[in-house]
């Protein structure tokens, strides 16, 4: 049902507000008693957004929050094997649009909480669940309201679980077996426009450079030079050292002895894609804008860069670098946007947030051996959330294949109905056992 509900976010400020509108709706058919119960006070924020304030028992334990967008991206039926906004279910796998970001988790936190609380639990621990709706356009409406409201009302939180990243199943070459990671740190971006202006004229006489030529020269020096491998920055390296014993030789060998070998492992990691962008900040040139006609040289053209920068590096740093591989000073450059890098959440043995998800990862996944820090390449709601807690973390309790990866806002996105039922076993189980003083023991129900 969820799903079929095309909550769509098309540009920062343009979504499909009559979707947006209709899941609100949704939820309250679907889940009652969740807005029925009288220590939950839900609130509209931003005119889309959600939050719930789950009222516990015990004021003394400080309150943390789980997080979910309802916003997607768009998804045009071509490719599909069934149609994006229709929710079917096939071969025992739910499709859509949403399936693994994040309406899983949307439905997965109200799913365990309306189970909890139909068995009368009662929280000992107070918590919030904002579900953003413009996610997908970076926040602005939604989290970043809603933090500032939490703000205003002066609420700290102990901790924030959002979503960006998974138990991990092939990722890494040689690793047979999954690993949960869990994200402290997330990258920060730059979006750059990059600007050549030349007068226009007649193309039967053309000078020896166009400004599409200066410009699709300097963006493919910045596609050709990478930014620098900053391998051993980061928590990337504790990922790998957590990993180490799950190779079979020589890897592991190597991965217990990175002092060594980082080189050859730095290398690695940039061989493919998605480790390459764990080692590294990115340059991806997604937009090209130029010419009037066939028969004019152009006036003006224009490409737009998105960096997604490491967290050992600042814009300032990431800025500098680009102009340094430009070099040429008839392109201009316009920053449009631009975010920090997010500072690394504690993952020690005293992080609460931290070994509530690791506990939780034991028991509802047994077969899992490792839980590991890591970095989420992408960006999420959390980033809006620094003013409230240093503990953010960022995990959605899935499988993950590199398939799966690339249905994200790709093609066939979908989630197994027993992955989903599994995701609410893990939020059934997670509330409870962040209701336990300082470690999680055993939880008082089962699902
Ligand atoms: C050593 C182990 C290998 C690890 C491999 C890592 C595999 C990656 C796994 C999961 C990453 C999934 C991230 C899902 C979250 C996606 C969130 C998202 O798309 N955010 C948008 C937000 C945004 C930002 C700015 C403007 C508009 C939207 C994004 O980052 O583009
Ligand atoms: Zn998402
Ligand atoms: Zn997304």
């Given at each position: 049902g969820a799903i079929q509900i095309p909550t769509v976010s098309f540009n920062p400020g343009e979504f499909n507000t009559t979707a947006l509108a209709a899941f609100g709706e949704y939820i309250h058919k679907v889940f009652p008693t969740v807005f029925r119960t009288s220590f939950i006070q839900h609130e509209v924020v931003g005119e889309y957004s959600h939050l719930f304030t789950v009222q516990g028992s015990d004021p003394s334990l400080q309150p943390y929050m789980l997080l979910a967008h309802i916003d997607v991206v768009p998804a045009p039926d071509q490719g599909w094997e069934v149609p994006p906004f229709s929710g079917l279910e096939r071969d025992g796998f739910i499709y859509g649009r949403g399936t693994l970001d994040n309406k899983n988790s949307v439905m997965a936190i109200l799913q365990a909480l309306e189970l909890l609380l139909i068995r009368n639990y009662i929280p000992r621990r107070s918590f919030f669940i904002a579900l953003g709706h413009d996610e997908e356009v970076s926040g602005a409406h939604g989290a970043q309201k809603i933090s500032a409201l939490l703000q205003a009302r002066g609420v700290q939180l102990a901790f924030i679980v959002d979503e960006g990243s998974f138990i991990l199943d092939g990722f890494i070459p040689s690793l047979k077996k999954p690993f949960a990671m869990v994200s402290v740190s997330e990258k920060g971006s730059l979006n750059l426009m990059l600007e050549v202006n030349k007068t226009p004229g007649h193309s039967s006489?053309?000078?020896?450079?166009?400004?599409?030529?200066?410009?699709?020269?300097?963006?493919?020096?910045?596609?050709?030079?990478?930014?620098?491998?900053?391998?051993?920055?980061?928590?990337?390296?504790?990922?790998?050292?957590?990993?180490?014993?799950?190779?079979?030789?020589?890897?592991?060998?190597?991965?217990?002895?990175?002092?060594?070998?980082?080189?050859?492992?730095?290398?690695?990691?940039?061989?493919?894609?998605?480790?390459?962008?764990?080692?590294?900040?990115?340059?991806?040139?997604?937009?090209?804008?130029?010419?009037?006609?066939?028969?004019?040289?152009?006036?003006?053209?224009?490409?737009?860069?998105?960096?997604?920068?490491?967290?050992?590096?600042?814009?300032?740093?990431?800025?500098?670098?680009?102009?340094?591989?430009?070099?040429?000073?008839?392109?201009?450059?316009?920053?449009?946007?631009?975010?920090?890098?997010?500072?690394?959440?504690?993952?020690?043995?005293?992080?609460?947030?931290?070994?509530?998800?690791?506990?939780?990862?034991?028991?509802?996944?047994?077969?899992?051996?490792?839980?590991?820090?890591?970095?989420?390449?992408?960006?999420?709601?959390?980033?809006?959330?620094?003013?409230?807690?240093?503990?953010?973390?960022?995990?959605?309790?899935?499988?993950?294949?590199?398939?799966?990866?690339?249905?994200?806002?790709?093609?066939?996105?979908?989630?197994?109905?027993?992955?989903?039922?599994?995701?609410?076993?893990?939020?059934?189980?997670?509330?409870?056992?962040?209701?336990?003083?300082?470690?999680?023991?055993?939880?008082?129900?089962?699902?």
């Open positions: 006489a053309p000078p020896k450079e166009t400004s599409i030529g200066i410009l699709a020269a300097a963006v493919s020096r910045l596609e050709q030079t990478p930014m620098p491998n900053m391998f051993g920055s980061g928590p990337l390296k504790m990922t790998l050292q957590q990993l180490a014993n799950e190779f079979s030789f020589p890897a592991n060998v190597i991965f217990n002895n990175l002092w060594l070998f980082w080189p050859i492992v730095s290398r690695l990691m940039e061989r493919e894609d998605i480790t390459n962008a764990l080692v590294r900040t990115t340059t991806a040139v997604t937009m090209f804008n130029a010419g009037i006609k066939v028969n004019v040289i152009p006036p003006v053209a224009q490409a737009t860069v998105n960096f997604r920068i490491h967290p050992a590096q600042t814009v300032q740093e990431v800025l500098k670098l680009a102009k340094d591989i430009v070099v040429d000073d008839r392109v201009q450059f316009h920053v449009l946007e631009s975010f920090e890098p997010l500072p690394v959440s504690p993952f020690d043995d005293q992080a609460l947030g931290y070994q509530l998800i690791r506990q939780t990862i034991q028991s509802v996944f047994p077969e899992i051996n490792i839980v590991a820090p890591g970095t989420c390449i992408a960006q999420t709601d959390s980033r809006h959330y620094t003013n409230l807690t240093t503990g953010i973390y960022r995990f959605n309790p899935v499988y993950l294949q590199p398939q799966d990866f690339r249905s994200i806002h790709g093609i066939n996105e979908r989630i197994s109905v027993q992955a989903y039922e599994t995701q609410v076993k893990f939020i059934f189980e997670f509330i409870q056992n962040a209701d336990t003083e300082q470690r999680p023991v055993s939880h008082l129900h089962e699902l």
